[in-house]
């Protein structure tokens, strides 16, 4: 069974930093474009960042950059979410999603999807 299973989530004081993994089972990353979205109460589905198969390429969507690092582990099928200076705004339930093709900042175009992990940046 394919599955993607999220975790590192969690409080966070604003000013703080989370690491967010994403751990497949079932099949292996390579040849996947790993994806990291979140939503919020209320909100639409937005797209946080993504990484290439080989992980030569990253992207970040504009809320997010300078703040958060996507990176890969294809020997352990993982793919990691660094989240540094962490704002009220980025509460949102954090969902990883595999994508066999080329990047896209689109939820749709994902082929699968993890069951979230709530982050929440709170004083």
């Known amino acids: 069974q394919l599955q993607l299973v999220e975790s590192g989530g969690g409080l966070v004081q604003p000013g703080g930093s989370l690491r967010l993994s994403c751990e497949a089972s079932g099949f292996t990353l390579d040849n996947y474009v790993i994806g990291w979205f979140r939503q919020a109460p209320g909100k639409e589905r937005e797209f946080v960042a993504a990484i290439s198969w080989s992980g030569g390429h990253t992207y970040y969507g504009d809320s997010i950059k300078g703040r958060f690092t996507i990176a890969r582990d294809n020997a352990k099928n993982t793919v990691t979410l660094q989240m540094n200076s962490l704002k009220p705004e980025d509460t949102a339930v954090y969902y990883c999603?595999?994508?066999?093709?080329?990047?896209?900042?689109?939820?749709?175009?994902?082929?699968?999807w993890g069951q979230g992990t709530q982050v929440t940046v709170s004083s």
């Open positions: 999603a595999a994508r066999y093709g080329p990047h896209s900042d689109y939820a749709s175009e994902y082929d699968y």
